[in-house]
């Protein structure tokens, strides 16, 4: 075993180039057996083994920074970083996060979640370096999907000049800069050889030992090779931003990368090494379904199949609830950002492919794009994941909003999202989409809910949103609400009240079933529109209370608690004790769903505690 030895970069760099295939070996069945448990990425960390290994042989972090885009595939990286004993708490509960922290390792140069951020950070580390009158590198591992956001681009654009920035384009589904012709493939295949590099090198090493003349050698040897390659070659896309290119590399070849990565060092100025790997190499369900593999909740290892959680769930419901809706309405068009498994919109994508269009990586995009549609008359329905939706917030007020065009935006994962972690947590949604004037923002908890929010969505005039969690349908045990979209659940005249929407529902019925034991009589009062707050209909239903709480499941400031307890305040008169239950202050961790709500205060059993000390403190005074 090398694998359980390496406790620091250092060990890597030790390890003789025959053994470097035996650790890689390893490095996949640890992450198969972790991943399989654990849930997490499997696919992009498997193609990237060869990759990561040479990059700690190469470069020496902490001093060396390596910054990994979305930061999913840097599993391999943890291993190499003195994680390895850890590994198994990977996404669980005070364990090892599935994406890099800063707080969690100094290797860890910069935390990501979303995409194509690495460019840009990399780019602001590197120039920090210089000015501080440091002499490392700076690297930026970038996948191919990341290049359909602009913020790449953005970043790209501002990158020469920079010197000992590194840019790894890991290419394992599609080619960025296609060359033309086969003397281009052939001198692109060329100029990455570890031939070349030795004939270049030497002949450099040569030509500097020659008194006088050997520095305007070496600089005429250049201008003769950049003019030759380019009246036979177009320029690639990188090197028209000025930046130095080598590639395509085979991403499988760690001797190869090695060779690449070391060139791209003593060149010195900005440059970018294109990897051609394969998602999931190395394990063959993975590697003939890489999508499935991309994130995971676990799967077993010997026949490939993949856990699935307990019923269908919300996005999957969505799925055929706007399939039905688009086969009597040919106005309806749905827009994915790169997500469209994820978001329940496959089907959709299959039976309406006129009406389908995944936009890449581009929330910013792919709301503007849907303003346009709706401008025109269509139905727009953007699906995308809260904590995503976050990139579209200027698109939402700006684009949507202020003209009061009819786009809907379904966002999926609302809330807590588990393993996943701080990232991924949808839990700012409310307070930013309530915020907008003319946004209707809705949340349904049940599946009928769902549908007739979807409806009313069509059927609406100006923006609406959608929020819903990641799981399946709770199950109320046989409780039922009356009313609509603000109803009720046990006795109206009892003395304690929970306000509550979405997921909390469910905790808010466990709760009250927790005091009813205790003998203080709850009701629980369930909001499905957010925005417009419909403050009568709330007051009507809480009134007579003695005590009420507000439990939801996103942040405290701006959210729909301290709504009520402003329209309390300004209502004046003899007011109930009130209290919030709502996260505060704190970006939660990962873990299961249950043990976050816990920590931040907002299981039932927390806000069981909560209300009661709220009302006994009422029944002292």
């Known amino acids: 075993m090398y694998l359980e030895n390496i406790k620091s970069p250092a060990d890597v760099k030790a390890l003789k180039r025959e053994e470097l295939p035996v650790l890689c070996e390893e490095i996949r069945q640890k992450l198969l057996e972790t991943v399989s448990v654990n849930g997490g990425h499997l696919a992009s960390n498997l193609c990237v083994v060869e990759l990561t290994v040479a990059l700690h042989r190469v470069f020496s972090t902490p001093e060396d920074k390596i910054v990994f885009d979305v930061g999913h595939q840097s599993y391999v990286h943890k291993l190499l970083t003195g994680r390895y004993e850890r590994f198994g708490t990977l996404r669980c509960h005070g364990g090892v996060s599935g994406f890099t922290r800063r707080c969690e390792s100094e290797h860890d140069a910069f935390g990501a979640g979303h995409s194509s951020t690495s460019i840009s950070a990399a780019a602001g580390i590197a120039v920090a370096d210089r000015l501080n009158g440091r002499d490392n590198y700076t690297v930026a591992v970038v996948g191919d999907g990341a290049f359909t956001g602009g913020m790449i681009y953005e970043a790209i654009n501002n990158c020469a000049g920079i010197d000992r920035l590194i840019i790894i384009l890991n290419d394992n589904d599609m080619s960025i800069s296609p060359n033309v012709g086969g003397m281009s493939r052939y001198f692109s295949k060329f100029r990455s050889s570890t031939k070349y590099f030795r004939f270049k090198n030497g002949t450099k090493r040569a030509f500097s030992h020659i008194p006088l003349v050997g520095e305007p050698l070496i600089k005429g040897g250049r201008a003769v090779k950049n003019w030759f390659k380019k009246r036979l070659l177009s320029q690639n896309y990188f090197e028209q931003f000025g930046l130095s290119y080598y590639g395509p590399v085979d991403g499988s070849d760690e001797k190869h990368i090695e060779a690449v990565l070391r060139e791209a060092m003593q060149d010195g100025s900005c440059s970018v090494v294109h990897l051609c ?72 994508a299959q039976r309406f492919p006129q009406r389908f269009f995944d936009v890449g990586i581009a929330e910013e995009h792919a709301l503007t794009f849907s303003c346009g549609l709706a401008a025109e008359g269509m139905v727009p329905v953007f699906a995308v994941y809260s904590t995503f939706m976050q990139r579209a917030y200027d698109q939402l007020l700006h684009d949507a909003a202020i003209q009061g065009l009819h786009v809907i935006c379904m966002l999926d994962r609302a809330g807590l999202v588990g393993p996943d972690g701080a990232t991924h947590h949808g839990i700012f949604d409310v307070s930013f989409t309530c915020a907008i004037p003319g946004v209707t923002v809705y949340s349904p908890d049940t599946f009928d809910s769902l549908e007739e929010c979807f409806d009313k969505a069509l059927a609406a005039e100006g923006p609406v949103v959608i929020r819903y969690p990641k799981d399946s349908e709770p199950d109320y045990g046989g409780k039922v609400f009356r009313g609509g979209e603000t109803a009720v659940c046990g006795d109206e005249d009892a003395p304690c009240a929970i306000i509550t929407y979405g997921r909390m529902t469910e905790n808010a019925l466990c709760a009250a079933d927790a005091l009813e034991a205790r003998g203080i009589k709850t009701k629980v009062i369930r909001l499905t529109k957010l925005s417009p707050l419909p403050k009568e209909e709330i007051f009507a239903l809480a009134g007579g209370a003695k005590a009420l709480l507000t439990l939801e499941e996103g942040i405290e400031a701006g959210g729909i608690g301290e709504r009520i307890g402003a329209l309390l305040a300004e209502r004046g008169g003899k007011a109930p004790a009130y209290g919030i239950a709502a996260i505060n202050g704190v970006f939660p961790s990962h873990g299961k769903n249950a043990e976050l709500f816990d920590e931040l205060g907002i299981s039932a059993e927390k806000a069981a505690q909560k209300l009661r000390a709220l009302y006994e403190s009422n029944n002292e005074t």
């Open 277 to 348: 790997t394969k998602k999931g190499k190395g394990y063959a369900p993975a590697e003939e379904h890489p999508d499935r593999f991309h994130g995971i909740s676990g799967f077993d290892i010997a026949t490939g199949e993949i856990k699935n959680g307990a019923g269908e769930s919300f996005s999957e419901r969505f799925g055929k609830l706007i399939c039905d809706r688009a086969e009597k309405d040919g106005r309806i068009a749905a827009i994915t950002a790169a997500m469209p498994d994820g978001t329940g919109l496959c089907e959709f």
